[in-house]
């Protein structure tokens, strides 16, 4: 089975945007917000099906070709 994937390894690597909340099919990412009032996503593994949408779709992988 494909691993859950990694949104991002620091917050400079993720805008907040919410596309890959938008685009998850199971609801498995929520938007956390960080203790500056800023929104990140996160991932809950016992919802994700592991389709990689999120990363497919995310500004920051698609511009750095980081999927």
Do not use: W
Not at 26 to 46: Q, S, T, V
């Amino acid at each position: 089975m494909k691993e859950i994937p990694t949104l991002f390894r620091r917050k400079e690597e993720c805008s907040g945007c919410a596309v890959c909340y938008a685009i998850c099919p199971k609801e498995a990412i929520l938007m956390i917000e960080d203790e500056e009032g800023f929104e990140y996503p996160e991932i809950d593994g016992n919802k994700c099906i592991r389709c990689h949408q999120c990363i497919k779709t995310c500004p920051f992988k698609i511009v750095n070709n980081d999927f």
